[in-house]
């Protein structure tokens, strides 16, 4: 006869994983060195307060074969410029990914391979496919953990150099104002 066998499970409320083998990595606000313009409200921050969390369920590894993971991405602020994800380039360039808004609010940011950036809302139930060769950054601009999905090839890997010099976009918070500028020689 055949066994069924019960699959890891996502709480949709709160991008809970349980029942799976996960592996949670934590980065803190001293790990996110020039990923916010302003350096002085950067450094006034403690360096060991959390910003992000990702959990993976453990995956086989090779072509073909998929991650999923979970983004909680806290609320706040760094100077005037929301909690965000370092945000990265895929290794292998021309590898996409699907995200999917879980929970909280914010933005989806993506920038091809030629500089140009644009913004995708993010909320419970949104579905964002990255396209290849496109970078992806998450922002917090709401109250609330932001908490997103994730699906992407265990082959993908990360390529955060290319974006050391910042992304062509930045998202800042004025008295409750969501304000997106470009940025000269982003
Ligand atoms: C990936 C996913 C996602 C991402 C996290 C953290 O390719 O692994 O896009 O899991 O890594 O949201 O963002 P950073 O990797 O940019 O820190
Ligand atoms: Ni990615």
Redesign the pocket.
Known sequence: STSISMPPDVAFLTGQFSGGNVIKKV?RCGDLSGVFHDLTAWQAIPADTPV?E?EMLDSPQGEGELYV?M?HLHPGLVGDEFYM????F?QRREQG?VYFGIRGSGLLLLQNEQGEARLEQVSPGSVHIIPGNTA???INTGTEILSAL?V?PTV?G?DYRSLAGGFALRVTGHEGKIQAKDVQNG
């Open positions: 980065t992000y990702v993971g983004t994800t370092r945000g990265h895929h990914e992806h950054r998450l994730a992407w993908a990360h």
